[in-house]
Nanobody
Framework: QLPLVESGGGLVQPGGSLRLSCAAS????????IGWFRQAPGKEREGVSYISSSGGITKYADSVKGRFTISRDNAKNTVYLQMNSLKPEDTAVYYC????????????????????WGQGTQVTVSS
């Protein structure tokens, strides 16, 4: 079984909302900084949002700032990505990734720094 499993993707109309979940199994997610990445057909993987292991620090790509919100519940071993005001250009496979951190304030934006990845969940924004 995969250590990270994403869920919550689907088909939504422009302007709609989706909430993605990333659940960890077999390890304590509270020791890891988390990143959400996405990849559209024919395009490179891009970072969407990041959150430190404590949840106290968050970062967003300019393209989603003000529309997406990342959060985590370490007691539930789960990270979330709330996506509002969705646009067709948000269509992609969304991946959750985890990177071990010795410090609670660490944010990592380079995908090469992430060790564990989920299987991805498809988000399609279309009318």
């Amino acid at each position: 079984q995969l250590p990270l499993v994403e869920s919550g993707g689907g088909l939504v109309q422009p302007g709609g909302s989706l909430r993605l979940s990333c659940a960890a199994s077999g390890f304590t997610l509270g020791y890891y900084t988390i990143g959400w990445f996405r990849q559209a057909p024919g395009k490179e993987r891009e970072g969407v949002s990041y959150i430190s292991s404590s949840g106290g620090i968050t970062k967003y790509a300019d393209s989603v700032k003000g529309r997406f919100t990342i959060s985590r519940d370490n007691a539930k071993n789960t990270v979330y990505l709330q996506m509002n005001s969705l646009k067709p250009e948000d269509t992609a496979v969304y991946y959750c990734a985890a990177s071990y951190s010795d410090y609670t304030w660490v944010i990592r934006v380079d995908p090469l720094e992430y060790t564990y990845w989920g299987q991805g969940t498809q988000v399609t924004v279309s009318s």
